[in-house]
């Protein structure tokens, strides 16, 4: 009996990340031997959630890494949003800081738009403005949403064509599905279908796809019978599951159903290490890039 033998490439984003470092501290110390500005990046923390200060710990050790300045700033959960306003105006005029963010998610009696909003776009190294979501059809952004530039970085990096593909997107949110599926178009020439909430049947549409993006945040939301035979697989969702089963008590959970999945895929990102990473590779390059144009 033939068995069938599925191989599938795994999408290191660690490693795409760790490349990408790399070019960025050649840029780093060219400028420093220059005598130029070196990169500072801020981030505004609100409260102490678990998972929002590991991904910022992330950031700083990235920041260290990579030979650029930055600043933590911590506020309790208690602030109001118009003191938020203010802080964000400080930094916004702050000579220094080429580029901050505040992690999210923020505590529900302040506006996430109205923060987002209150950020100059162009000191917005998350890509999060509506002016940077519009930039993804401009001919010469400055900055981009940056886990949508992370995932279409690592397709490129991968040399996974778009052109001309069926791409599926699961997940329309404002921050990475949307902006995602624009990139795709705009940039990847692909035909892009966005499913969300309201999308009766995902199934119909995923099955189709020859590159299927996952953007949820529903552990297993994407079984095996929901991907065609031979597919790229980009897992984004990234749920923090807790149980004692777990070291640290904790694990990140992808949408993807990895064991089961892989076993159809072509190429497939595992959660942790895949498109996470490229989220801070690309915070990373987006500084870089705001440092350069205000400081040439
Ligand atoms: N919370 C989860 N992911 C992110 C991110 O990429 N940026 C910010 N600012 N907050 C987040």
Redesign the pocket.
Known sequence: MATETTTYTLIDGKKVAAQIKSEIVETVNKRKAEGKKLPHLAIILVGDDGA?QT?VAHKVKACKEVGFHYTMMRFADTISQEKLMKHIDHVNNDDDVDGF????PLPDHISVEKITEKIRPDKDV?GFTNHNFGSIVSKNPLIMP??PFGVMELLRRYNIETEGKYVVVVGASRLTGAPLSMMLTEQGHATVTICHKYTQDIKKYTTHADILISAVGKPGLITADMVKEGAVVIDIGTTRVEGPQFKNGFALKGDVDFNAVSAKASFITPVPGGVGPM?IASLLLNTLRATESRNP
């Not at 963010?101 to 999210?104: E, N, T």
Request: avoid cysteine; charged fraction near 10%; hydrophobic fraction near 40%.
């Open positions: 929002s991904y963010i505040v992690q999210l998350d940056a886990t989220t």
